[in-house]
């Protein structure tokens, strides 16, 4: 049948699902399952169980600002406990991926491109 056959990731026990958002921005932001797991376990381990806030923090932030090194990156703002929660995006052609998820007390630099 067309279409039946694992491809090659798949074969090797590598996730290849994916979500799919829309943030704010009207941009359609994609993250895969591997790339979340690679964020949660290597990247930022504080982040594990706060997918649900980074998919909000997408579609709800209070302040999106773009790069100044970088007009293809942009930070998503939304809070968490007593800490911002950073969503860093790089925006191509309508469309979008996250690079990373933390928390932090600080506002990384840019100039704002959307505030709440």
């Known amino acids: 049948m067309v279409g039946t056959k694992p491809d090659e990731r ?48 997408l579609k709800h932030p209070f302040e999106v600002l773009r790069s100044r090194k970088d007009p293809e990156i942009h930070l998503y703002y939304g809070h968490h406990r007593d800490k911002f929660l950073c969503v860093v ?16 007390r600080k506002f990384g630099e840019g100039d704002v491109v959307w505030k709440g």
């Not at 359609?28 to 594990?48: A, F, G, N, P, T």
């Not at 995006?89 to 932090?104: M, P």
């Open 10 to 57: 798949e074969r090797r026990g590598i996730s290849v699902a994916s979500a799919e958002i829309d943030s704010k921005l009207g941009k359609r932001i994609r993250i895969s399952d591997s790339y979340w797991d690679y964020i949660v376990r290597v990247k930022h381990r504080e982040m594990s169980t706060l997918k649900d806030e980074v998919i909000w923090t």
């Open 89 to 104: 995006v790089r925006h191509l052609n309508g469309e979008g991926f996250i690079i990373t998820a933390y928390l932090t």
